[in-house]
């Protein structure tokens, strides 16, 4: 299994709700159905995360992917076919050669906070592997 970040770096603002979304991150599983076991917050300060889901890659069209920095759930266009059909990470066995948007919800402190990675835990075969990405974010009242 692969995990993956479409961008690195980023700065988010923090919402009113003090919830945060992140929604660029993908799962690409290779030859073998995984299991996913957990998902973690890894380097994470004022940061909890509330909610981890997968969303399908149904064809070629449909984003698998929901607005970074919105609260969390996120609503209006960003709610597509694919955002209707997610499931829970954590639990879910993924088929040999799919693709997967991963969004991941979160509860920030009041202040703002940050994160370094994401770290996907899961099984193959009976063995237990991680795969990490490295794409800090920083949430806060005023990126720029």
Do not use: H, N
Request: charged share 25%; net charge negative.
């Amino acid at each position: 299994m692969e995990l993956s970040a479409v961008s690195r770096g980023l700065c988010v603002p923090l919402q009113r709700d003090r919830t945060s979304t992140i929604g660029d991150r993908r799962l690409l599983v290779e030859d073998k159905d995984v299991t996913v076991k957990d998902v973690q917050l890894v380097g994470a300060t004022e940061v909890t995360l509330i909610d981890a889901v997968l969303l399908p890659r149904i064809d070629d069209d449909t984003p698998i992917y929901v607005e970074t920095g919105a609260s969390y759930p996120p609503g209006g266009k960003f709610l597509t076919a694919a955002w209707r059909m997610r499931q829970q990470a954590v639990g879910s066995t993924l088929p040999a050669r799919t693709e997967w948007g991963m969004s991941l919800g979160l509860e920030v402190g009041p202040e703002g906070g940050a994160l370094d990675s994401v770290r996907v835990v899961y099984e193959l075969s009976g063995e237990k592997y991680f795969q990490e990405v490295d794409a800090p974010v920083e949430i806060k009242a005023k990126c720029f």
